[in-house]
């Protein structure tokens, strides 16, 4: 991982995901290149170590990860290309 200027470590950002045969997020791959496994992303991203995202708790009590609302669905998780 990358240092910052301020010798905070780098965000990185999602830019690909991989999906079941359901078509549910499995796993995701970064800027940088790192692929993360699901529950490797809900820990980073509640971590504060990735960009654009966020950890939600569900209606069953399980943790999520989606994108942060910006109002352009083209960076949605779901609609990132295929890895």
Known sequence: M???N??????????????NGDGDLTSFKTDS???LAYDQA???AGQGL???????KGKDGGHYLR???D???TNNLDQLPIF
């Open 67 to 69: 994108g942060d609302a």
């Open 50 to 56: 990735l960009a654009g995202v966020n950890v939600f």
């Open 42 to 44: 809900i820990a980073e």
């Open 6 to 19: 301020e010798g905070a470590p780098k965000r990185e950002s999602i830019v690909a995901v991989q999906k």
């Open 33 to 35: 290149g790192r692929v």
């Open 71 to 73: 109002g352009d669905p």
């Open 2 to 4: 990358e240092i910052g």
